[in-house]
């Protein structure tokens, strides 16, 4: 298993941006993981306010950062009554998505935590904006907290394809969550079954290929589980439809707190973004999400 060494919580100070600052101090106690937080702070905009306001003292940028540095430490300050992890705090400046990347590389976290939403940095989270932006350009595993943190992860979805990305998927869940119920899942569909059905083929035609689909499929989830090194606590699921639909009702049948998932789809196209599942399932779901780069 891949152990988690280092994790960096990114907050805008805000009070929904305090639910993943609980979360990775939940994943931090139950891994071992040291803790760091960070707030970007908007000290760019102190000229305008110079030209604006008559008076204001030359040190204003310091004693804004000063504050702001207080207030980022009283809120590690509760984290370590809470829960009692330990978490450095760092208050940065510069363009959001830049100063959250530079934070990240030099602590070398090995996974990034984020608000779904916050009073600024998060908001409108899968429309466009900035933590789109930051998706789509991570190159570390990057949790997306959608829940109030009242307790470690209970059941974690883990939608594979097959594809390189599901094993690391299948070991940073069980790293993030290392006591959780872990389901692994494939959703398949018989390749080209759309174009057989308008051409009329005859039903039992299709449920023999989808079958011969299904038997595949499961022996490659299979040979997955084992090679992951996962037996006690997973529970493997093989489910025919469309993958989306069918993480989003597993999610809700199986009570889940967390879906990790890798990149879904393999072509050039949605490699070059969030694949298309992955983004919907992060817009849609209720659990926290957690995407591998």
């Given amino acids: 298993m891949n152990a988690l060494q280092r994790l960096l919580a990114a907050t805008d100070l805000s009070a929904p941006a305090r639910h993943a600052v609980e979360r990775a101090a939940l994943v931090a106690r139950a891994t071992g993981a040291r803790l760091d937080l960070v707030h970007v702070a908007a000290y760019s905009r102190v000229d305008e306010l110079r030209r604006l306001v008559a008076g204001l003292p030359e040190d204003v940028a310091s004693r804004m950062r000063e504050q702001t540095q207080m207030l980022v430490d009283a809120l590690a300050a509760v984290v370590r009554e809470r829960h009692g992890v330990e978490a450095a705090t760092h208050v940065a400046t510069g ?153 989003l009702a597993l999610e809700d049948d199986e009570d889940c707190d967390l879906v990790v998932m890798g990149r879904q789809g393999q072509s050039r196209v949605e490699d070059l973004l969030l694949g298309s599942v992955s983004r919907r399932v992060l817009a849609e779901a209720e659990a926290d999400v957690l995407v591998l780069p």
């Fill in 95 to 247: 363009p959001l998505l830049q100063a959250i990347d530079a934070a990240a590389a030099a602590v070398d976290a090995d996974l990034l935590v984020l608000g779904a939403r916050g009073s600024s940095m998060l908001r409108h989270l899968v429309l466009g904006s900035t933590a789109a932006r930051l998706i789509d350009v991570c190159t570390r595993p990057l949790l997306v907290v959608k829940r109030p943190a009242v307790a470690e992860y209970r059941c974690v979805l883990v939608p594979v394809d097959f594809s390189e990305a599901s094993l690391p998927a299948l070991r940073l869940a069980r790293a993030v969550a290392p006591r959780a119920r872990l389901v692994p899942m494939h959703a398949y569909e018989a390749p080209f079954e759309g174009k057989l059905r308008v051409a009329s083929v005859e039903e039992r035609y299709l449920e023999e290929y989808r079958e011969q689909a299904r038997v595949e499929a499961e022996a490659k989830m299979a040979s997955l589980c084992d090679e992951a090194g996962l037996r006690e606590g997973t529970y493997p699921m093989v489910v025919h439809g469309s993958a989306p639909e069918r993480i």
